[in-house]
């Protein structure tokens, strides 16, 4: 196979020549000459590899960097080549994994094979990945890491520093700049940071160091309120808890930013008129490229057949005043981005948690005058442009140029405030059916709206013209 692309990682590219090399003449020397990289660069590194060189280079390593390696490495690449492992390899290699990115390794892989992975792994690990493969991967629960610190509240800041320091040294913990207090039954009780309980005096109860008011999650919370939750308050670290407030683990803020870019990149996807992909572009099929575009772009082509309908029922004056046909671009295009813009406003409020259904007759509210102005602003433009053209002798738009301005300018008043409540609304009426806000694209509004648009522009000039060009 030949290797990834690696032209965006320098680093890489100017390690594999040699690597290769020395995966061929002498593999026992890699680890040694890499122990000083970061595994984000080893990553790297083993994604710009031939594909079959990958399982080399990882057995090549101690079993922990191995571990620490495949937490970031590529899913796909890592799916391929835990599947390439006998169980007992994948095990070993994955028992030096972080138990939230162990179970989501496993998540990754088909059934049959993380069963039997599994069972390699030992009792207390595997009793500990099981409980994390029961949360839904897109929640609190599967997001959350059990590698804490907590300490009983009832010990001494010097005591609570040795039983830290211990827990330090019985194996890696990814929170340790996060200390909770909790009480002998579990349930969480406080929270204080690494550097308070340094910085604090001998003998100093943790129940008078503690923060007691702790922001907690249950673990059935979507992803998205987690980051929202972790984003409002400033946290590192995010306690979940059950319903009697037994500290269940917590979500750290590597992985918040993890979501936070997964749904800023499947909203963008939707937002463009398509399905969200589940892989990175450069790696779905052909035929999975064309099923998640093809879908969205059917059904607007269906829509767009109601505006050439709509001007089928006005087909005679048109044939009439050609003139009018001169602005069709203008209103559709104006009312479109209206449309879009009010939609792009409201799905990335609501994203932020600035908007809630409740919130509709409050933007309804605010979109209406803003409507109303965005419309007069374009409307004057086109008025004042269809007689300065005029006067100018630009273009001949006759004895009733002046009226022919006014039709245009009205329209555009009624077209972009239309455009602005039903971008607005739509990403609503979507929430109210459970629905994702983000599927109100950006193609979807301007389809929706041109029909109006067609109808507004039409409607206005029969009123206006009838009798004179009509």
Not at 26 to 33: A, K, N
Not at 44 to 66: C, G, N, Q, T, W
Not at 112 to 129: G, H, M, N, R, S
Not at 372 to 398: K, M, P, Q
């Amino acid at each position: 196979m030949p290797p990834h692309a690696n032209k965006d990682r320098p680093l890489a590219a100017l390690i594999v020549p040699d690597l290769l090399e020395l995966l061929e003449e002498h593999p026992e020397s890699i680890g040694p000459q890499t122990e000083e990289m970061h595994p984000a660069d080893l990553a790297d590194i083993a994604e710009a590899l031939p594909e079959d060189m990958v399982r080399a280079f990882l057995s090549a390593l101690p079993k922990e960097r191995a571990g620490e390696v495949l937490e970031y490495l590529d899913e796909s690449l890592r799916t391929m080549v835990l599947e390439e492992l006998t169980a007992v390899e994948a095990a070993s290699i994955m028992s030096e994994m972080t138990p939230d990115e162990r179970a989501d390794a496993l998540e990754e892989l088909d059934d049959e094979t993380a069963d039997e992975i599994l069972a390699e792994f030992e009792p207390e690990e595997k009793a500990e990945t099981e409980r994390l493969l029961e949360y839904d991967p897109y929640t609190a629960g599967g997001l959350m890491t059990t590698e804490f610190v907590s300490v009983d509240e009832n010990l001494t800041a010097e005591e609570a520093l040795v039983a830290v320091r211990a827990m330090s040294r019985a194996g890696r913990r990814e929170a340790m700049y996060t200390v909770y207090t909790i009480d002998g039954n579990g349930r969480l009780r406080g929270v204080l940071s690494l550097r308070e309980l340094l910085a604090s005096p001998d003998g100093t109860p943790l129940s008078e160091l503690a923060w007691s008011e702790v922001v907690s999650v249950a673990p059935d919370l979507s992803q998205e309120e987690v980051s929202q939750i972790t984003s409002n308050y400033d946290l590192v670290a995010l306690p979940v808890v059950d319903a009697e407030k037994r500290l269940l683990g917590v979500v750290t803020v590597d992985d918040v930013i993890d979501v936070i870019q997964e749904e800023g990149t499947e909203d963008a996807q939707k937002f463009g008129g398509m399905e969200a992909l589940e892989e990175p572009y450069m790696q779905i099929g052909l035929w999975q490229n064309v099923r998640k575009r093809g879908g969205w772009l059917a059904v607007l082509a269906v829509s767009e057949m109601l505006t050439a309908s709509v001007m089928v029922r006005y087909e005679g004056e048109l044939g009439r005043v050609l003139l009018l046909s001169q602005f069709i671009p203008l209103v559709m295009s104006s009312g479109g981005n209206s449309g879009s813009q009010a939609t792009s406003l409201i799905i990335r409020a609501m994203a932020l948690g600035e908007v809630h259904l409740d919130d509709w007759w409050r933007v309804v509210l605010r979109e209406l005058p803003a409507g109303i102005i965005l419309g007069l602003l374009l409307g004057a433009i086109a008025f004042g442009r269809i007689l300065v053209w005029n006067a100018l002798g630009l273009y001949d738009y006759g004895p009733h140029s002046f009226m022919i301005a006014v039709t245009v300018g009205l329209a555009l008043v009624g077209i972009v405030l239309v455009g602005s409540l039903t971008g607005s609304m739509l990403p609503f009426l979507l929430k109210r059916f459970n629905f994702d806000p983000a599927s109100a694209s950006a193609p979807l509004v301007a389809t929706l709206v041109d029909v109006s648009a067609i109808s507004i522009y039409f409607s206005i000039a029969y009123l206006l013209l009838s009798g004179t060009l009509l």
